[in-house]
């Protein structure tokens, strides 16, 4: 409703299979610049993975996820079998890749407190959001950024570790005063490692909820 009537929107659409492949074949050239037979040998096995598997052919189609693949497969030689295998190396990927800034959180320190986000979210009061405002994000967050039962500065370090994600890691994407996962996938698993950290009683109160 506040977009002026001189912006101009367009959306991409998803990737056609000939577009996915001239992707590939160009990311694997810039990969073997000086060897041009490895860089087709290495795009053959890169397409035929994703071909072999119908749930990632699909995340191909999607640019940022594309580019996502193709850095796992880089990275470990391979892409996992299991989907929520490949989230973990997605997820692994982006939260490491920021932590050259300086005073940044760990990647592991930024997985859990994405963790707790995304279950806060499915089990948020007025049902499960795949958007919600920056404040009450921050205001969930809060707690894990003090030991004290007061801490005025909490609030204040977690809104500027959202803020620092929505610029760096691309886990999670701002919308105006709202901020949600780039993926509603993304958003899953990260929840369902969260509930998978806690006890069985937790475990149960929140399934049978």
């Avoid at 577009?19 to 087709?40: I, M, N, Q």
């Avoid at 993975?49 to 850095?71: D, E, G, H, S």
């Avoid at 806060?120 to 950024?145: C, I, N, S």
């Avoid at 909490?154 to 949600?180: H, M, P």
């Amino acid at each position: 409703e506040a977009v002026p009537p001189d912006f101009v929107q367009a959306r991409i659409d998803p990737l056609s299979d000939q577009a996915v492949a001239t992707f590939l074949s160009r990311w694997c050239g810039k990969l073997y610049v000086e060897s041009p037979a490895a860089a087709d040998a290495h795009c053959d096995e890169l397409l035929a993975a994703l071909r072999a598997r119908p749930n990632i052919r699909r995340l191909a189609r999607n640019p940022v996820m594309l580019t996502a693949l193709a850095v796992v497969h880089w990275n470990e030689r391979r892409l996992p079998e299991q989907r929520a295998e490949l989230y973990e190396s997605i997820v692994r990927w982006l939260s490491r890749s920021r932590e050259q800034r300086a005073d940044r959180e760990k990647a592991d320190r930024t997985v859990v407190l994405l963790q707790e986000l995304a279950l806060a979210m499915q089990q948020h009061p007025d049902g499960m959001r795949t958007q919600v405002a920056k404040r009450w994000a921050a205001e969930t967050l809060a707690p894990e950024f003090t030991s004290a039962a007061v801490d005025r500065n909490a609030l204040a370090r977690a809104e500027q570790f959202l803020a620092a994600e929505e610029l760096d890691s691309g886990i999670i994407v701002g919308r105006g005063d709202y901020v949600r996962f780039w993926h509603l996938t993304f958003q899953e698993y990260l929840a369902a490692r969260a509930l998978a950290a806690c006890s069985e009683d937790e475990q149960r109160q929140v399934l049978l909820a």
